[in-house]
T-cell receptor, first 112, second 114 residues
Framework: GDSVTQMEGPVTLSEEACLTI???????????LFWYVQYPGEGLQLLLK?????DKGSNKGFEATYRKETTSFHLEKGSVQVSDSAVYFC???????????FGKGTTLSVSS | EAQVTQNPRYLITVTGKKLTVTCSQNMNHEYMSWYRQDPGLGLRQIYYSMNVEVTDKGDVPEGYKVSRKEKRNFPLILESPSPNQTSLYFCASSPSRGKGEKLFFGSGTQLSVL
């Protein structure tokens, strides 16, 4: 079945460091891919998405490119801030469009 | 303000005592869904609904019931809760079913079953 694998955390960085969180997927068909972010005590919020191969999603300095050949959707940011500390989830839509399949989440902690 | 509202935020109960977690959205969304979040497992879908009176099972439906009598409400019912249902629960909605649709999430309900 469909699945998402993302790198284990926690990831600990200093402010202004570069961030990469790896995400790979297994899916039938051509899913849409998403990154959601969960700040402490809150629900998930959409960070960015891409709906077809080679699309790049971007938001708040984060970006990710839909790579069909490597079945990957890695999240990157050039310079992280303390306010980026959160849990990040990679997800894909199932073929019917009735559910998101989530990875296990990666906790990012940024210190000043 | 457009939002998905869940209640209660925290709930502690005992095994076998029926409970309902409410979910309401004010965006006129057709699609609604329930997920549970467990450490090391990410989020898993419990049930979803594509419109009023249309519900279907997700990946982990055992021990749960839902209903969709009105478009805005989608309560999650645990008829006889057990300790393995201790989890963080999220309700979510989107304008319609679709591969590219953004999901709007509630703030979550932390349930502890003793």
């Amino acid at each position: 079945g469909d699945s998402v694998t993302q790198m284990e955390g926690p990831v600990t960085l200093s402010e202004e460091a570069c961030l990469t969180i790896n995400c790979t997927y297994t899916a039938t068909g051509y899913p849409s891919l998403f990154w959601y972010v969960q700040y402490p005590g809150e629900g998930l919020q959409l960070l960015l998405k891409a709906t077809k191969a080679d699309d790049k999603g971007s938001n708040k300095g984060f970006e990710a490119t839909y790579r069909k050949e490597t079945t990957s959707f890695h999240l990157e940011k050039g310079s992280v801030q303390v306010s980026d500390s959160a849990v990040y989830f990679c997800a894909l839509s199932n073929q019917a469009g009735t559910a998101l399949i989530f990875g296990k989440g990666t906790t990012l902690s940024v210190s000043s | 303000e457009a939002q998905v509202t869940q209640n209660p935020r925290y709930l502690i109960t005992v095994t076998g005592k029926k409970l309902t977690v409410t979910c309401s959205q004010n965006m006129n969304h057709e699609y609604m869904s329930w997920y549970r979040q467990d450490p090391g497992l990410g989020l898993r879908q419990i049930y979803y609904s594509m419109n009023v009176e249309v519900t279907d099972k997700g990946d982990v439906p055992e021990g749960y019931k839902v209903s969709r009598k009105e478009k805005r409400n989608f309560p999650l019912i645990l008829e006889s809760p057990s300790p393995n249902q201790t989890s963080l629960y999220f309700c979510a909605s989107s304008p319609s079913r679709g591969k590219g649709e953004k999901l709007f999430f509630g703030s979550g309900t932390q349930l502890s079953v003793l």
